[in-house]
């Protein structure tokens, strides 16, 4: 069950997030955005990074002018385009021009291989289409480009009219074409129909890549049935991006053949950064990260049973079926109503703290059961935990004490404007300060934190730095309790608090509260915090 | 390349959402949530629902007590359990008894199987674990009760040890297990890796199950892998909720061995119904629905590129890999910042709007970029892009002026409050009206529909069925730019809104404001809305 193919002497890691991934619902990315993304896969070293269809659109056209800037140390640029028009010649074609001048080395172009789609969509001849085939990779050739085709729809293609479609395969590699990529478009293949074509394929002499889609939920299948049918050049995205279901995702796809066919195709070094990378791409696209994603997911190698806790103390590697470290990940216990005392201890550990004495874990066990049934959750947010737990062992400093706090929201001449007064005690000093704001929690953290500052003036570079509300009952509109996480960073570390409450602003307040308290007696004055007597 | 297996004579698909699908981190059901589960699965007609471990803690117990009471017409109820302690017997085990009184007649129990997690997790003998399957299952057989084996840590028991891990299998099966699960606990697996192994266990004569998860991302392809190798039981969850990165997720499993395959497991009708069942079970899981999820999500047939709106305009089925009715989807136009006039124009057309006029068509189109730019999505939300066409066409009603609005937040004596008041006219009369609610945006929406209410009574009935807010530009902390929709709902139908700001309150408000003129011209007052000239 082990046996795997053996790496090609070339192999090619294409990453189309900024191309294909950038046509998912609800994402958009600015030039800017893309110029970063470029970057954080220059560092993982992915071997081409496809950026866009100049030409196209300005954004695209602009982001290849601003790439030319980018000295990127182990991954080449792609422009991306298509066949030149029928009927014309792409040395006058307008949209061959602008994929040349946008000056890269490697261009990507993709080319239809359905017959119906050339009938029906393109409207043109197959024998026209083949001809546009040849004369545009023929004319990008002589221009000094390397060149890959696009093969759009070859599966369905190749299912509908098997000869056509390793005709338009010949006919790119033959007009010089350095790789023919067979592209599921439409998604709907599985694993088990990949090696057939593929091989198909292969009998042109051409060498193949794959460009698979996510709709049958097997795009990172499909792409190593490809791979071990023989090709060497693998298309995806970063965490899955793409229109529809999305492309393979490659910080699943690369971690697998990494790994798992045991192929080197990163500096070990690089792909421990593919979690980061991984993370960072969807904080410039501003995608939700999915806990649930292999092997870079905040769950993916979490936790959660009291059954398998106690067990994973014997040895964590029954439990996970590689080591985390490997990409950058690692292995997390999960305080959660599940679990058994098993977790509680070794998370305490984790802080510090002794909680070998079973009634006191057992305690501590039934209050965090408590507050979760209430709708707090501890897995995510630690700096929350150890302030229960500090409490529960009468370990709970009070840097500060708060009498009263408002905040109001109000149209004024068409402005919004918010204002909040918040009344505290620090250091035996009373202090009422007003502070305005975006919205009511943003003038309630400048409000409390500039209070605060007179007796604490670090808590002013305090930042938070994310802010999220969850409705804990859906479909209860604006009546559902609400969970509220907030992180905070200060000189590089952050932490994250949690309130809940069915008023959004009163579990803002509280996780507010909190992320201050906190982050003064474990940042501005330790010597607040009393530890541990273990 | 579409040779597939053909349906066995038996085959079952056994939905465990209720007991592995709760062990995803986050996530936590109540037995009436599990119960509410349990219909939805009974409706659509999976042949097995595993509802939870009996004796393993108070919920899962309630459960089944509960359970009794349910109808089920489709599905059977299986109660999950393991095999007896080591070196006690199952007749006297509380835990084998607490399984046997949940009162089902069917009893899924888990085995280990991986020689190591025998000797240092259980820490008993190779030989006394077969005994306790042996033992275990022959008793529950005595008990009458029809009874599945989950070998647990399979696939990475039979690399370390093929004897033993198959032995189990074997003993399992003897003493009269009727399925015996291959279980790939850690999900390690790749497709290419399943066939050899169920191969090798087949040998054992056992009837086979498979249960994935999707640490290598190839759930869904292990799954469908171990079915071409012969197993007739496929385990998962809805959704893919599990621990870690989940188990293979039902909702593309299903869909791929009835409409790839063609085993027609379900009836036609009930497939149609998979979309509305998965997000049913996301809604009571109080989990968020993910977009590109295989088959059934939002983004699933959705198509952006305005590349291929106009081609789909030809022919829709060149550019889906299915038709989408089948499984209770439907294809959708993506307005968005990358449509070319094309989508603007079939989307008009879907709204009864004629937008053949190019210039028209651009100008709409290009309000939409602008829009979109300042950080409006009108890809969700259709309500408040009707708006934006009638206004642009000068066809937009206005039921009601707002002349002022505030809102305060404040905690009284230990108690946090909320108050807004409005002042509106509506059909010539003005109304100022205080409301109190549950947050601020609570609030207003109870004052400002209150205030309407004078005018428009229906808009009492109105529902305000989900409130979410998404942070445009992640990092800033509460200083963001905020995107908030709002779905609501009257007489069935529901429509949703948008508002962008950085004041979430003044995002929010523009929400409920759309919400409400979309609503009375739309369900309450139709005689306001003019129609379009066209």
Chains 1, 2 share one sequence.
Request: charged fraction near 20%.
């Amino acid at each position: 069950m082990t046996t795997t193919p053996t790496v090609p002497e070339e192999f090619h890691i294409f990453d189309t997030s900024l191309r294909d991934g950038a046509q998912q619902e609800g994402l958009r990315l600015s030039v800017a955005d893309k110029l970063r993304i470029a970057g954080y896969l220059d560092e993982l070293g992915v071997t081409f990074i496809e950026g866009g269809w100049p030409g196209a659109n300005p954004a695209d056209t602009q982001f290849f002018v601003e790439a030319k800037e980018l000295e990127l140390r182990n991954s080449k640029l792609v422009a991306f385009g298509a066949t030149r028009k029928a009927g014309a010649t792409a040395a006058t074609d307008p949209l061959t021009k602008a994929l040349v001048d946008a000056g890269t080395d490697y261009i990507c172009i993709v080319a239809k291989s359905h017959d119906e789609h050339v009938t029906r969509a393109l409207r043109t001849t197959l024998d026209e289409n083949l001809e546009m085939v040849t004369d545009t990779v023929t004319y990008l050739r002589e221009q000094g480009k390397h060149v890959f085709v696009d093969c759009e729809h070859f599966f369905d293609g190749y299912r509908a009219n098997p000869e056509y479609a390793l005709s338009v395969v010949r006919a790119a590699s033959e007009a010089g074409a350095e790789v023919v990529i067979l592209c599921d478009t439409n998604g709907g293949m599985l694993p088990s129909w990949m090696g057939d074509v593929v091989s198909a394929a292969a009998q042109t002499g051409a060498n193949l890549g794959i460009h698979c889609h996510n709709d049958t939920g097997c795009a990172v299948a499909n792409t190593l049935a490809a791979v071990e049918a023989g090709v060497m050049h693998v298309q995806g995205t970063f965490n899955g991006y793409g229109e529809r279901t999305g492309n393979a995702d490659l910080s699943a796809v690369i971690p697998n053949l990494q790994i798992k066919f045991g192929w080197e195709l990163l500096p070990p070094a690089n792909l421990a950064e593919i979690t980061r990378v991984s993370h960072a791409i969807a904080l410039v696209a501003n995608q939700p990260l999915l806990g649930r994603q292999p092997y870079v997911g905040a769950s993916s190698f979490a936790h959660k049973a009291g059954l398998h806790a106690s067990a994973i103390k014997v040895d964590a590697n029954l439990y996970q079926h590689i080591d985390p470290t490997l990409v950058g990940n690692d292995m997390r216990m999960l305080i959660s109503d599940m679990a058994g005392r098993a977790n509680i201890q070794i998370k305490g550990d984790q802080l510090g703290f002794d909680l070998s004495d079973r009634e006191l874990a057992a305690r501590v066990t039934e209050r965090v059961k408590a507050k979760e049934a209430e709708g707090y959750s501890y897995e995510s947010s630690d700096a929350s935990f150890e302030m229960l737990l500090r409490d529960e062992l009468g370990l709970l400093p009070q840097p500060f004490q708060v009498t009263s706090w408002r905040v109001f929201t109000e149209e004024r001449h068409g402005e919004t404007i918010s204002e909040a007064t918040v009344k505290i005690t620090a250091k035996g000093k009373q202090e009422m300060v007003v502070g305005e704001g975006n919205g009511p929690v943003n003038a309630l953290d400048h409000a409390l934190r500039k209070a605060i500052a007179a007796a604490y003036p670090a808590v002013e570079s305090f930042e938070l730095t994310d802010y999220s509300v969850r409705l804990l009952d859906e479909g209860h509109g604006t009546d559902a309790t609400v969970r509220v996480l907030i992180n905070t960073s200060y000189e590089g570390s952050t932490w994250t608090t949690v309130g809940v409450g069915t008023n959004v602003i009163e579990a803002s307040w509280e996780a507010l509260f909190d992320a201050l308290v906190y982050g003064i007696f474990t940042h501005v004055e330790p010597e607040l915090r009393p530890e541990t007597a273990a």
